[in-house]
């Protein structure tokens, strides 16, 4: 089976940064898709940024500018760099991997992410 630990979340001032990492282990030999979701109390979850195998990345238009998301395939480790944090950035992030195209979606257990003063 696959296992995703993600590290790095805690509490920030508004405007500050936080790197999250997310590390896959288990019968991994490729990754497909590798994302990052957050979801804030009493909302949805959602989408915030994914990167294909190639280095392809894409994010939801509320981060765009202000976080990074990147990958190292030795690794099976997907990384989120945020910076100019706001408030409303504040959430429970959680990474999620896809091995093959339509393939089983794997997700890890959260970290939580606080933006206050």
């Known amino acids: 089976q696959v296992q995703l630990v993600e590290s790095g979340g805690g509490l920030v001032q508004p405007g500050g940064s936080l790197n999250l990492s997310c590390a896959a282990s288990?019968?991994?030999?490729?990754?497909?898709?590798m994302s990052w979701y957050r979801q804030a109390p009493g909302k949805q979850r959602e989408r915030v940024a994914s990167i294909s195998s190639t280095g392809s990345a894409s994010y939801t238009d509320s981060v765009k500018g202000r976080f990074t998301i990147s990958r190292d395939n030795a690794k099976n480790t997907v990384y989120l760099q945020m910076s100019s944090l706001k408030p409303e950035d504040t959430a429970r992030y959680y990474c999620?991997?896809?091995?093959?195209?339509?393939?089983?979606?794997?997700w890890g257990q959260g970290i939580q992410v606080t933006v206050s003063s």
């Open positions: 288990g019968t991994i030999f490729t990754i497909y898709t």
């Open positions: 999620k991997i896809r091995l093959t195209v339509g393939g089983y979606d794997y």
